[in-house]
């Protein structure tokens, strides 16, 4: 078997511009699947890949794992180079430091538990030299809550014990990196995130470098050290869930991250302290978190989350509203959902979600007035 | 019995070629693999093609009794004389009354049951649709020889019962042969039509019921047309199965000289007067095979286009049934009496003549003296021993053998590990369009004038036959890996484990059920084939189906011939049952 041992990095994981296309890309009409990604995964981290479907994030994990070739690019892993366009160098699966839970498990129906776990320490890449294989695996299924599950067959074991056998058998080849592809979208609500919590948990526990692929983005916010947003074969943005929230960058992120209304911008300028976007709405007023600065020209669009909004009953006339951040509006829907209140407000025909304290007495048809402070405004160059 | 066996539809349809991506690394075991693909190659080339050119190189060589091989220099006089002979136009017309014929039957009665059993609420659905497939455990040589017993004009059962009616029937002519290979034809292709319309979403004929629609009309305007590319590729694969078939036209057609192409090219290469036409035979064996694969190429035209309706086909709705109303009763008698004088009565008319001492109508009064008294002669007779013992060893090898040889095939193709995978499975499939009376002859052409000497041994017979049904066998495991979750096998590959480990420990026990029954599909098969069998047969390769047909077509002695004839029957269903047993298991699991 090849060398294992990886020279001490500070990244586990190097991605450079890795491409990939299905079917043969015409001259002129390349459709990627993959369209120039890279990014890098430090050691020991959680790292998500999170899009729509068909945004390449499965792609990207599959050329990860060997399961795909990349037309180009570059993939090192563990301090070994594993794919190189320009060299025309693969290292195959079989020789990756890596495990996988896939979508499906891939639990084998005609083994029973044990087998199953126990396939990396007897037939894997580390199988030379493995002691003691039945008691090694046996504690890891105790790990993982199965341990009384051993000798049935696997086809005997509900989606929630599926999913924790794949993670055992992952865990038992003893990656550098473990590769998990939408592992719990087969599960139902709650057992999603029981077992979110306790993937969180394992990957502490055992310190592996770890790359996750879902669509959801609440499973990607609760389990990630860091997301890398996909869309179109492309990166939109690589951050920590918190600034993915608070700071999207692009107006795609701001809105599969959590809900956003966006507004379309039609001048913007550059002032002391942010920018200063005219809209159809009115002026906004945006503080400028780490943004280049924009040209006058561009345009884009101000996002502000339903939760930052506030919303006071209009009592005076219109005109006593201040020239920026603040603008009126008619209640135009109202949704109780017990802890807050979701209201819809309609102005000039365009359409605000707002979420306000299950207190506010508004009804449809009233006239409000809402409010956001400019750090929780900001301004997406698109 | 319910049987299962899912054949038809995939045999001979080009599978998606996949996007081949070019492979940066080759792996150690990488050569290896193309080296055993190139054997394989070599293997295939050696069992399908050498025989076919030597039958094509014969049918150049003009002389009506010298081995072609005797001949100097090449001629087209074999064809032109059979162009200008009469005998191309009768037996082509034959042929093609017989094919159209034979092929219309099936439609009808395969299109009302499948139409009857999966749409309609027509009572013992449960005993009567089994029952509709249960004749695919009869060799097709096994069912001549069962209607040549029961519809024989002198003695036969269901002629005697319709004589009294004021119907003569005759077995022994060119409508015996149509309505014999008619209803041997139907469980196969009840097989293909019997799941489109299962799949049919009832929703589409209600929608024509509530609009005040007919049933005659809904049946013509929607559920034909929507059902429609599975007829026609379930029909046009029959038709490739009618024109290779030799039983049924030789046993029935011979004894008024009615030839098709299949049984004239037998008859020319082993004629009672005992002198081979070895150029007709090979001239008429070159028209056949350019007939045949003509067809397999319409075939698997239609098979591409037929993913254009799979619109049609969807989960999630209730099963609802078309009541019959007042017609229910009539309709399940018509079909119980269709199902008597089909499946049942040849069966049961083939054992009680194999229980008799001579052939005899069956009555109340023969059941005196029934005896095994002909297994005891047939079993007893001399040289009985070898001809279980070849049979036992032509019917094992070439299980095996093709299975090995399929599963190899099959997959390497899907995994598209090693260079040249695709192709060769491409050219096991236009073996198939190889009409088994052709292949026969061509093998036989090959080891008469090569001096390879396995000729007159077990291995000529289970070589020909390993080459006929290597298709099938490739094609049957590529459906089960087409099943198969490619996740399980990329699994076990992310561990680290190498190919062969992978192959081994996780690909073929996850495919064995459906190895098992590829075995015991050709198992069943390769017992029955007769053809093959009877062409490369000598005084000592004798096989069973060999046997059947002498005692039958020689000596006459119709108890005796139906003896062997339950004895291969009984055999044949065993491995039909285990294969259904099989995978009545799978969906359990």
């Given at each position: 078997m090849s060398n294992m041992s990886a020279q001490p990095t500070a990244s586990s994981i190097t991605i450079h511009e890795l491409r990939k296309s299905y079917g043969r890309p015409r001259a002129g009409d390349p459709s990627y699947a993959v369209d120039g990604v890279s990014f890098e995964v430090p050691k020991g981290q959680f790292v998500t890949l999170l899009g729509p479907s068909g945004c390449g994030k499965t792609t990207t994990l599959r050329c990860?794992?060997?399961?795909?070739?990349?037309?180009?690019?570059?993939?090192?892993?563990?301090?070994?180079?594993?794919?190189?366009?320009?060299?025309?160098?693969?290292?195959?699966?079989?020789e990756r430091p890596i495990a996988m839970v896939p979508q499906h498990y891939g639990i084998w129906p005609h083994m029973t538990v044990l087998d199953n776990a126990a396939f990396p320490l007897r037939h894997g890449r580390a199988r030379k030299g493995q002691q003691n294989i039945k008691q090694r695996t046996l504690e890891m299924l105790d790990q993982v809550g199965l341990s009384g599950f051993a000798d049935r067959w696997a086809t005997q074991l509900s989606g929630g014990q599926q999913q924790r056998l794949a993670?055992?058998?992952?865990?038992?080849?003893?990656?550098?990196?473990?590769?998990?592809?939408?592992?719990?979208?087969?599960?139902?609500?709650?057992?999603?995130?029981?077992?979110?919590?306790?993937?969180?948990?394992?990957?502490?526990?055992?310190?592996?470098?770890?790359?996750?692929?879902?669509?959801?983005?609440?499973?990607?916010?609760?389990?990630?050290?860091?997301?890398?947003?996909?869309?179109?074969?492309?990166?939109?943005?690589?951050?920590?869930p918190e600034r993915l929230y608070q700071q999207p960058r692009t107006s795609f992120v701001a809105d599969f991250i959590g809900s956003a209304n966006l507004i379309p911008a039609r001048h913007v300028s550059e002032v002391s302290n942010g920018f200063l976007v005219q809209t159809d709405l009115g002026a906004f007023l945006c503080a400028s978190r780490g943004q280049q600065k924009a040209t006058s020209s561009e345009t884009g669009h101000v996002c502000i989350r339903p939760e930052n909004v506030e919303v006071h009953p209009l009592h005076s006339s219109p005109a006593n509203v201040?020239?920026?951040?603040?603008?009126?509006?008619?209640?135009?829907?109202?949704?109780?959902?017990?802890?807050?209140?979701?209201?819809?407000?309609?102005?000039?025909?365009?359409?605000?979600?707002?979420?306000?304290?299950?207190?506010?007495?508004?009804?449809?048809?009233?006239?409000?007035?809402?409010?956001?402070?400019?750090?929780?405004?900001?301004?997406?160059?698109? | 019995m319910s049987v299962k066996t899912t054949e038809a539809p995939a045999v001979g349809a080009a599978p998606p070629p996949p996007q081949q991506p070019k492979r940066i690394g080759r792996g150690p075991g990488g050569w290896a693999g193309i080296a055993v693909n190139a054997a394989l190659a070599l293997l295939v080339g050696y069992l399908v093609l050498v025989p076919l050119v030597i039958l094509l190189y014969s049918s150049f060589k003009a002389s009506a009794?010298?081995?072609?091989?005797?001949?100097?220099?090449?001629?087209?006089?074999?064809?032109?004389?059979?162009?200008?002979?009469?005998?191309?136009?009768?037996?082509?017309?034959?042929?093609?009354?017989?094919?159209?014929?034979?092929?219309?039957?099936?439609?009808?009665?395969?299109?009302?049951?499948?139409?009857?059993?999966?749409?309609?609420?027509?009572?013992?659905?449960?005993?009567?649709?089994?029952?509709?497939?249960?004749p695919m455990a009869v060799p097709v040589t096994v069912t001549a020889i069962a209607w040549a017993i029961v519809a024989n004009p002198s003695n036969g059962p269901l002629a005697i019962l319709l004589r009294q009616i004021g119907i003569h029937i005759n077995v022994y002519s060119m409508p015996g042969m149509i309505m014999v290979m008619g209803i041997f034809g139907v469980p196969s292709m009840y097989l293909m039509i019997a799941p489109a319309l299962g799949r049919l979403n009832p929703e589409l004929e209600e929608a024509a019921a509530t609009v005040g629609a007919p049933l005659i009309r809904r049946l013509r305007l929607i559920v034909l047309p929507l059902i429609g590319p599975a007829v026609s590729a379930a029909s046009m694969l029959l038709v490739v199965v009618i024109?290779?078939?030799?039983?049924?036209?030789?046993?029935?057609?011979?004894?008024?000289?009615?030839?098709?192409?299949?049984?004239?090219?037998?008859?020319?290469?082993?004629?009672?007067?005992?002198?081979?036409?070895?150029?007709?035979?090979?001239?008429?064996?070159?028209?056949?095979?350019?007939?045949?694969?003509?067809?397999?190429?319409?075939?698997?035209?239609?098979?591409?286009?037929?993913?254009?309706?799979?619109?049609?086909?969807?989960?999630?709705?209730?099963?609802?049934?078309t009541p019959l109303g007042r017609w229910r009763i009539p309709v399940v008698?018509?079909?119980?009496?269709?199902?008597?004088?089909?499946?049942?009565?040849?069966?049961?008319?083939?054992?009680?003549?194999?229980?008799?001492?001579?052939?005899r109508p069956i009555t109340w009064d023969g059941l005196r003296d029934l005896s095994l008294t002909n297994y005891a002669n047939v079993l007893t007779a001399r040289g009985m021993g070898q001809t279980m013992l070849n049979t036992a060893e032509v019917v094992l090898v070439t299980a095996t053998a093709a299975t090995a040889i399929g599963t190899w095939i099959a997959v390497a193709a899907a995994r598209r590990r090693f260079r040249g995978s695709g192709m060769l499975f491409e050219a096991t499939s236009l073996a198939f369009g190889v009409p088994s009376i052709v292949l026969g002859a061509a093998v036989l052409y090959l080891y008469l004038f090569v001096p390879i000497?396995?000729?007159?041994?077990?291995?000529?017979?289970?070589?020909?036959?390993?080459?006929?049904?290597?298709?099938?066998?490739?094609?049957?495991?590529?459906?089960?890996?087409?099943?198969?979750?490619?996740?399980?096998?990329?699994?076990?590959?992310?561990t680290g484990a190498s190919p062969f480990t992978v192959t081994r420990k996780i690909l073929l026990p996850l495919l064995s059920p459906a190895l098992w029954k590829t075995w015991l599909w050709i198992f069943a098969h390769a017992l029955g084939e007769l053809?093959?069998?009877?062409?490369?047969?000598?005084?000592?390769?004798?096989?069973?189906?060999?046997?059947?047909?002498?005692?039958?077509?020689?000596?006459?002695?119709?108890?005796?011939?139906?003896?062997?004839?339950?004895?291969?029957?009984?055999?044949?269903?065993?491995?039909?049952?285990?294969?259904?047993?099989?995978?009545?298991?799978?969906v359990e699991a």
């Open positions: 990860l794992a060997g399961l795909e070739q990349p037309d180009s690019g570059r993939i090192v892993m563990a301090g070994r180079t594993v794919f190189d366009a320009g060299q025309r160098h693969q290292v195959r699966t079989e993670l055992a058998r992952a865990l038992l080849s003893e990656p550098e990196v473990l590769l998990l592809d939408e592992p719990l979208s087969n599960l139902d609500a709650k057992l999603r995130v029981k077992l979110r919590m306790e993937l969180r948990a394992f990957q502490e526990q055992f310190g592996v470098t770890s790359v996750y692929v879902t669509h959801d983005q609440a499973e990607a916010l609760a389990l990630s050290d860091t997301v890398v947003v996909m869309n179109g074969g492309r990166i939109e943005q690589i951050d920590s201040a020239d920026h951040n603040e603008i009126a509006g008619v209640v135009a829907g109202a949704e109780f959902l017990g802890d807050r209140l979701e209201l819809l407000v309609d102005v000039k025909g365009t359409r605000l979600t707002v979420t306000a304290s299950a207190g506010l007495s508004a009804r449809t048809g009233d006239p409000v007035v809402v409010r956001v402070q400019p750090a929780h405004t900001r301004y997406l160059a698109s | 009794t010298d081995l072609p091989f005797d001949v100097p220099g090449f001629s087209v006089d074999n064809y032109i004389s059979i162009f200008q002979s009469g005998q191309l136009g009768s037996v082509a017309l034959n042929t093609a009354i017989y094919t159209v014929g034979s092929l219309l039957v099936s439609l009808v009665l395969s299109l009302c049951l499948a139409y009857l059993f999966e749409r309609t609420d027509i009572p013992g659905r449960k005993i009567l649709a089994p029952l509709a497939l249960a024109l290779e078939g030799f039983a049924i036209p030789a046993l029935l057609g011979l004894p008024n000289r009615t030839f098709v192409f299949s049984s004239l090219i037998q008859f020319s290469l082993q004629p009672p007067s005992g002198f081979a036409n070895y150029s007709k035979a090979s001239t008429y064996g070159v028209l056949m095979l350019v007939l045949s694969f003509a067809m397999l190429m319409v075939y698997r035209r239609r098979i591409r286009d037929a993913h254009r309706f799979r619109v049609v086909s969807g989960k999630g709705y209730r099963q609802t049934r008698i018509v079909v119980a009496v269709y199902m008597f004088l089909g499946v049942v009565l040849p069966v049961l008319a083939l054992l009680w003549t194999s229980l008799s001492p001579y052939a000497p396995i000729y007159g041994t077990v291995w000529i017979i289970a070589v020909a036959l390993v080459a006929r049904f290597l298709p099938r066998a490739s094609r049957l495991i590529q459906t089960a890996l087409l099943q198969l979750d490619e996740g399980l096998i990329e699994a076990a590959r992310v053809p093959i069998a009877l062409l490369l047969t000598s005084s000592d390769n004798r096989t069973l189906v060999v046997e059947l047909w002498n005692t039958f077509t020689s000596s006459a002695d119709y108890p005796q011939a139906s003896a062997l004839a339950v004895i291969i029957l009984m055999i044949s269903t065993i491995a039909v049952w285990l294969v259904n047993r099989r995978g009545a298991a799978e």
